[in-house]
């Protein structure tokens, strides 16, 4: 609980979500998921998104997960 001396502050400037954007053929990846209904944690696109991250980071497995949410809950 509040006391009425230990008033909320503010942030003095306000930290900015960024917004869903698409530059290129993420537009193409989505329509091809939905036509091949792939709307789930599995298909092709997510394959080549672990096998990306494993190439890139120099790993033996990825997992891509929908959130960070579900990400910190797997790391726990």
């Not at 290129?24 to 696109?45: C, F, H, Q, R």
């Not at 997960?65 to 726990?76: D, E, F, P, R």
């Amino acid at each position: 609980m509040f006391r009425a001396e230990e008033r909320f502050v503010p942030f003095e400037k306000k930290i900015w979500l960024s917004s869903p954007t698409m530059h290129g053929p993420e537009l193409e990846y989505i329509k091809d998921a939905y036509e091949k209904n792939w709307m789930s944690t599995v298909g092709e696109n997510i394959n080549e998104v672990e096998r990306l991250a494993c190439e890139t980071v120099g790993c033996k497995y990825a997992v891509a997960l929908a959130t960070g949410t579900s990400a910190l809950h797997l790391a726990v």
